[in-house]
């Protein structure tokens, strides 16, 4: 299966839940099928249970990427990064979104439901789509990183 057509996989906490709401209609109207993780509404979780989830999804498949959205972004982030093989990005603006593709390969995109709005969040996710790695000298970077392993 290409990437194209392997499901972008999404979560979320309560603090991101309507925004992960609106990700999702925007893949699935550019005919991106979506895995929803969840959480499916307001009620409190723990952001590391759902990070977790779409984390290890993510470094099992090949050519897997995700989505992952709390409050700042910030813990989603932290947690994505413990997995050996998760390169997440947090990206609250276009230009970093760009550059986490271009020379970081992000495979997962993160985001803060109360940082930014959908507007500027949909722009952000067809930037990451959009970009292509550059890979050369980034892939050997990329590299030494894997080296670390899972949590160092
Ligand atoms: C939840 O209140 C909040 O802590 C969470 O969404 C996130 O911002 C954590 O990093």
């Known amino acids: 299966m290409d990437q194209e057509n392997t499901p972008i996989i999404i979560g979320c906490d309560h603090a991101a839940y309507g925004l992960k709401d609106r990700v999702k209609a925007h893949l699935e109207e550019k005919g991106i099928p979506v895995e929803d993780k969840g959480t499916f509404g307001p009620a409190s979780v723990n952001y590391v249970d759902y990070g977790a989830m779409v984390a290890k999804a993510v470094a099992r498949g090949t050519d897997k990427r995700g989505i992952l959205l709390c409050g700042t972004g910030i813990g989603m982030s932290m947690t994505a990064n413990r997995f050996t093989g998760v390169r997440a990005a ?63």
């Open 90 to 152: 947090l990206c609250n603006d276009l230009f970093s979104a760009i550059m986490a593709k271009k020379h970081n390969n992000a495979n997962i995109l993160v985001m803060g439901g109360r940082v930014i709005g959908d507007v500027l969040a949909i722009g952000i996710v067809d930037a990451w789509l959009e970009t292509e790695f550059e890979g050369g000298r980034h892939q050997e970077r990329i590299h030494t990183m894997d080296q670390f392993g899972s949590k160092g």
